[in-house]
């Protein structure tokens, strides 16, 4: 079959690349062709390269993605990958599937149950990843309501999102107490438990906006 990993463009899909590759070349997981479809990753992987000294990944690192990833870099070659049969892996933006060249991909892809999607991070309530992480058989894509066949399954260790206790420990580094502290991210019932936490154990003044609310900050 074929696996659609929708993959946020920066650092996320590079991870996923990086250990798809390390898996394979470990016989860990079959050699079928990988395949990144995103103009943003591509050209944010030629980073990679140019700037060795800024991330993790060696050059021995770098040669066997390379080596090992076939970069699609146009709009025919991307359409020609949905005619393609498995099995292969597609990784494709967005991560959360709200847009992008992954749409396509869900579109050809999703209703077969030989195939599978595979997500890699957060995913926010309202969008397609949310709804398929979820376990909703149903999406709608440029309008159409598709039936989801094929597997869904969430990698929780793939999120880059740090957890309530990560963020208390950075916050705690902090060399004086700030004025307020505004939880501006994730869901409500999370943030607003975040929001508690902050107050709760370090004793700071923390709020949770409402939407379209205005704080004026003097």
């Given at each position: 079959g074929?696996v659609?990993?929708?993959?946020f463009?920066?650092?996320?899909?590079?991870?996923?690349?990086?250990?798809?590759?390390?898996l394979q070349e470990?016989?860990?997981l079959?050699?079928?062709?990988?395949?990144?479809?995103?103009?943003?990753a591509a050209?944010v992987?030629?980073?990679?390269?140019?700037?060795p000294r800024?991330?993790?990944?060696d050059?021995?690192?770098?040669a066997?993605m390379?080596?090992?990833v076939?970069?699609?870099?146009s709009?025919?070659?991307?359409k020609?990958l949905n005619?393609?049969?498995?099995?292969m892996?597609i990784?494709?933006a967005s991560?959360?599937?709200t847009?992008?060249?992954?749409?396509?991909h869900?579109?050809?892809?999703?209703?077969?149950?030989?195939?599978?999607?595979v997500?890699c991070g957060?995913?926010?309530g309202g969008?397609?990843?949310?709804?398929?992480?979820a376990?909703d058989r149903?999406v709608r894509?440029?309008g159409?309501?598709i039936l989801v066949?094929?597997?869904?399954?969430?990698?929780a260790?793939?999120s880059?999102h740090?957890?309530?206790d990560?963020i208390?420990?950075w916050?705690?580094?902090?060399?004086?107490p700030?004025?307020?502290?505004?939880?501006t991210?994730g869901?409500r019932?999370?943030a607003?438990?975040?929001r508690a936490?902050i107050e709760h154990?370090?004793?700071w003044?923390a709020?949770?906006?409402e939407f379209?609310?205005?704080?004026?900050?003097a």
């Amino acid at each position: 079959g074929v696996v659609v990993i929708p993959a946020f463009a920066v650092g996320r899909a590079q991870m996923l690349l990086h250990v798809i590759t390390q898996l394979q070349e470990t016989g860990q997981l079959a050699r079928v062709p990988v395949y990144l479809n995103s103009p943003m990753a591509a050209s944010v992987s030629g980073l990679y390269r140019t700037f060795p000294r800024l991330h993790r990944l060696d050059a021995h690192a770098l040669a066997a993605m390379e080596r090992n990833v076939h970069v699609v870099d146009s709009v025919e070659a991307s359409k020609a990958l949905n005619r393609r049969k498995g099995p292969m892996i597609i990784v494709s933006a967005s991560g959360m599937a709200t847009g992008g060249r992954v749409l396509h991909h869900l579109l050809a892809f999703a209703t077969e149950p030989r195939n599978a999607i595979v997500l890699c991070g957060f995913q926010a309530g309202g969008t397609r990843g949310a709804k398929l992480a979820a376990g909703d058989r149903q999406v709608r894509i440029f309008g159409q309501d598709i039936l989801v066949g094929a597997e869904v399954v969430q990698l929780a260790a793939g999120s880059a999102h740090a957890d309530s206790d990560e963020i208390l420990a950075w916050l705690r580094t902090a060399p004086r107490p700030p004025r307020k502290v505004f939880v501006t991210h994730g869901d409500r019932d999370a943030a607003d438990a975040l929001r508690a936490r902050i107050e709760h154990e370090l004793d700071w003044p923390a709020h949770f906006p409402e939407f379209l609310e205005q704080v004026e900050l003097a």
